[in-house]
């Protein structure tokens, strides 16, 4: 790969290190409510980094000529644009999941990631660099958002994608599928445990 | 009247901005960390849903819904801007939100400082865009309604995180598992609180 070592620095670190969910705290909201089956984590996931990416590229290239009182209306503008263009592909091509996303595919709008990551990133840097800024970040967001889908729809429900994974046999032999997992409170202990994880795994994140 | 006072309840208790729908919860964790700007912040949110909201019906009903510009005219009977919904609602909201700024600014600065730059990202605060697009699914019968649903789910989020705040005040002097310490543990605590309202849910009034 033709990528330089900064590059690489700006795409991998989101990843786990500089994580936006569970180190930089922002684009929780989301990343909770979506995640009680795997399918809309994915979809969710995707969306957002398409999003970030191209509003990161878009408001790099303009970030000479926005005036600075009002820059935050027009990153708004420009990410609500690109949102707009989201939902509709998703009401074309996948309407069952943009269902059950319901309102938070608009609310990719104020997903803090976004505003975070152009205030930090793109109004400063080029247009390539930027890039791989909202590749990463967006990616940082959907791993979490896989995980925590993956564990909340395998015990809540017994499947993955739909798909029965936990065996008859095993429901013969008296075991239930927790129903508190699919509830919303569960999501926020999910997140809880995966940074006890990585914390535990990376002693210089820890707060004092 | 009794439509009111149940759409408020409903709004306040059974769907919390926060414990059943996680909306704004980025500025619900990093502000929480002590009552007063807990309290500062929760107000500001709460004052914004109630202006925002009725102007977003307004232009929901009378602006963007398909058929909704035929006060205009026969021929714009069939004229659909429902697309553009979500432009025009931030649009309204971050306005808003800077005119707030401007207000606190002026008459609270120690709230302004304290809020930091958690102020202009009230315009990115998930609950009040999340409560226009309630407000657009839930399809209210006036604009009445849609001020106190407004009100309700501002009250709500302010009672969340006045109360987490509240807990994380007394949390200083536990002694948490390190790796948990900060985030991790307010998530617990989130989660838990959100438990306990569930309670509410079969809640009807």
């Known amino acids: ?208 | 009247m009794e439509e009111l006072l149940s759409t408020f309840m409903r709004a306040v208790f059974v769907d919390n901005m926060l414990f059943a729908y996680y909306l704004g919860m980025c500025s619900f964790l990093a502000v929480s960390k002590n009552v007063k700007t807990a309290l500062g912040l929760g107000v500001a949110v709460t004052f914004i849903l109630v202006c925002t909201l009725p102007i977003n019906y307004m232009l929901e009903n009378y602006v963007l819904k398909e058929g909704a510009l035929s006060w205009l005219g026969s021929g714009y009977a069939e004229v659909n801007l429902s697309f553009l919904s979500l432009l025009i609602f931030i649009a309204v909201i971050a306005s808003f939100v800077q005119l707030v700024e401007m207000v606190i600014e002026r008459y609270a600065p120690a709230l302004y400082t304290s809020l930091g730059i958690f102020l202009p990202l009230i315009a990115v605060n998930c609950a009040i865009l999340g409560g226009s697009l309630f407000m657009q699914q839930k399809a209210f019968a006036n604009a009445g309604v849609a001020t106190v649903y407004g009100l309700g789910s501002g009250l709500g989020w302010l009672l969340a995180i006045v109360g987490m705040a509240a807990i994380r005040e007394k949390l200083t002097y536990s002694n948490v598992p390190k790796p948990l310490k900060g985030l991790g543990i307010t998530f617990i605590i989130t989660g838990l609180m959100g438990i306990g309202f569930m309670c509410f849910s079969g809640l009807k009034i």
Request: charged fraction near 10%; aromatic fraction near 8%; hydrophobic fraction near 55%.
């Open chain 1, 1 to 208: 790969m033709g990528l330089s070592n900064k590059s690489k620095e700006i795409l991998a670190g989101p990843l786990s290190k500089n994580n936006p969910v569970i180190i930089q705290m922002l684009g929780i909201c989301s990343a909770l409510a979506v995640t009680s089956k795997l399918e809309p984590s994915i979809v969710m996931a995707v969306s957002v980094t398409a999003v970030v990416a191209f509003a990161n590229v878009i408001i790099s290239l303009l970030r000479n000529t926005i005036p600075n009182r009002i820059r935050i209306i027009v990153q708004l503008v420009v990410v609500a644009a690109l949102v707009t263009i989201v939902s509709e592909v998703l009401k074309a091509f996948a309407f069952d999941v943009n269902k059950q996303l319901s309102v938070f595919v608009g609310l990719i709008i104020t997903n803090c990631i976004l505003m975070g990551r152009l205030e930090a990133f793109a109004l400063g840097n080029g247009p390539w660099e930027s890039f791989l800024d909202g590749l990463g970040n967006g990616l940082g967001y959907g791993i979490i958002l896989v995980i925590i889908g993956f564990f909340r729809e395998l015990f809540g429900s017994g499947t993955l994608l739909g798909f029965q994974v936990i065996p008859e046999v095993f429901y013969q032999w008296g075991y239930v599928n927790n129903g508190l997992m699919i509830l919303p409170p569960m999501a926020l202990i999910v997140v809880a445990v995966i940074i006890w994880v990585h914390r535990a795994r990376n002693k210089d994140l820890q707060e004092n």
